[in-house]
């Protein structure tokens, strides 16, 4: 039947008996299936009463920034996830104590197992670790730019091949040259117009600039001509 209302005591008793073996609604990882669940609760369940669902609450909520990334369909109801039955209704922090001189045989269902307790918060802390650590192993790529510099000569006796083969030698980590043509400027004078790939972490323009104008026999000046994030 799954969920239900997950505002009343039966409904929250549901989902901390459904969370006290698992650090999430569905799988090992964060979903729309917690985030679903998440917003149907108005607010943190009591840590007293519902201490397995009051940890999953908190841990969630520490995702808010990525819900709409989280994999799953967000159209779905949080009805749709938890226990196919509700055998389970009743909530083990409002258990009754034993009452004196009931048989020693009786077994208490709600009792504390403190064996059976201590496995299902190992293994929630081994999901945790092996989620936290593939999020970490998750790089983000490179952020890069296209760049058109503008590099002039001279004058028109400026050998432009020799200049192009001078800018192509430089190398940086990150730096990747594109095509460049002769662009006329006037006066029988041409300039190198060349495109370029960066990783804008690791070159600065600036430098570059300085590097290519540093062969004073061939180059005036340069400019960036256009400037664009990949």
């Known amino acids: 039947m799954g969920f239900t209302d997950l505002v009343s005591d039966a409904g929250l008793t549901m989902l901390n008996n459904w969370l006290k073996s698992r650090s999430y609604i569905v799988g090992y990882a964060p979903s729309q299936a917690d985030v ?3 917003k149907a609760i108005k607010e943190s ?3 007293e009463k519902y201490p397995y669902a009051h940890r999953w609450y908190k841990h969630i909520s520490s995702f808010e920034s990525e819900f709409s990334s989280l994999p799953g369909d ?3 109801s949080h009805t749709a996830y938890g226990p196919e039955s509700s055998e389970v209704t009743v909530n083990t922090a409002k258990a009754p104590a034993d009452k004196k001189g009931d048989d020693d045989d009786e077994v208490d269902l709600f009792a504390s197992d403190d064996e059976e307790d201590a496995e299902a918060e190992r293994v929630r ?4 670790a092996e989620y936290k650590k593939k ?3 998750k790089t983000k790529p490179a952020a890069k730019s296209i760049v058109t510099l503008d590099v002039k000569p001279w004058d028109d006796e400026t050998d432009m091949k020799e200049l192009e083969g001078n800018v192509r030698t430089i ?5 990747v040259w594109g095509a460049s043509k002769l662009v006329a400027v006037g006066f029988g004078i ?3 117009q060349i495109n370029l790939v960066i990783e ?3 070159v600065s323009l600036d430098d570059l600039q300085q590097r290519i104008e540093s062969d004073e026999e061939h180059v005036q000046s340069t400019d960036v001509a256009a400037m664009q994030k990949l």
Do not use: A, H, N
């Open 45 to 47: 369940p009591c840590p």
């Open 171 to 175: 190398e940086m980590d990150g730096l």
């Open 74 to 76: 967000p159209s779905k």
């Open 200 to 202: 804008d972490d690791k």
């Open 125 to 128: 802390e081994e999901r945790l």
């Open 135 to 137: 999020k970490e192993g």
């Open 36 to 38: 679903t669940s998440y």
């Open 190 to 192: 041409k300039k190198l």
